[in-house]
């Protein structure tokens, strides 16, 4: 089982970024997938998630109207579409599955976003 995010660097306030999150290993389609961050010193924190076919998601307040999350169950890969970042935005982002119905949960290793001027 494997989830590889890819898709983090620096990038200027008001800037853009689109994380990736590939899956392989298990039946992609039938899970949950949710971006965390987690800034040190933080607790890890949900920013979005999307359900097994993409038709609901759901976001924090800090980032709701700025990140969108999407989904492609043929390439079994999650992004989140990051506008309008800010200083705060710093942290590793994680991906995370979770089995529909079940207590199964699979962690990416995590891709660095700073943002900085």
């Known amino acids: 089982v494997q989830l590889v995010e890819s898709g983090g660097g620096l990038v200027q306030p008001g800037g853009s970024l689109r994380l990736s999150c590939k899956a392989s290993?298990?039946?992609?389609?039938?899970?949950?997938m949710n971006w965390f961050r987690q800034d040190p010193g933080k607790e890890r924190e949900m920013v979005a998630g999307?359900?097994?076919?993409?038709?609901?998601?759901s976001y924090s307040e800090s980032v709701k109207g700025r990140f969108t999350i999407s989904r492609d169950n043929v390439r079994k890969t999650v992004y989140l579409q990051m506008n309008s970042l800010k200083v705060e935005d710093t942290a590793v982002y994680y991906c995370?599955?979770?089995?529909?119905?079940?207590?199964?949960?699979?962690w990416g290793q995590g891709t660095q976003v700073t943002v900085s001027s």
């Open positions: 290993g298990f039946t992609f389609h039938y899970y949950v």
């Open positions: 995370k599955a979770e089995g529909m119905g079940s207590n199964t949960e699979y």
């Open positions: 999307v359900t097994i076919d993409g038709g609901r998601k």
